[in-house]
């Protein structure tokens, strides 16, 4: 028994050395896109008249007014362009 001890603390470092790196690559993943609510959104990068992501209640700005950001509608999705429009804007309050 005191043998598989051992060989069950010598996997568990050894996964540890393996799992601990990937896990902090995970936390800087790349940006990403929720393609299929784009899609039924029929998102565009370009505005559609006045209407923006700028101007939507759904839209979670990036760090500056020109980065691109978020919205609540298409979850994960962290390139929603400002200057995008989908069919589900809809005005700030004011």
């Known amino acids: ?5 051992a060989r069950t603390r010598r ?7 393996v799992a601990i790196p990937l896990l902090s690559i995970a936390g800087q993943a790349p940006a990403a896109t929720n393609a299929a609510m784009r899609s039924a959104l029929k998102y565009q ?5 006045d209407k923006d992501c700028a101007a939507c209640a759904h839209f ?3 760090k500056t007014a020109t980065d691109l950001g ?5 979850a994960g999705d962290t ?4 200057k995008g ?3 589900a804007w ?5």
């Open 1 to 5: 028994m005191g043998n598989e001890a």
């Open 11 to 17: 996997d568990f470092i050894k996964l540890g050395g």
């Open 45 to 49: 990068n370009t505005p559609n008249g």
């Open 60 to 62: 979670i700005p990036g």
């Open 70 to 74: 978020g919205c609540k509608l298409m």
């Open 79 to 82: 390139e929603i362009s400002p």
């Open 85 to 87: 429009y989908c069919t």
């Open 90 to 94: 809809t005005a700030k309050p004011k």
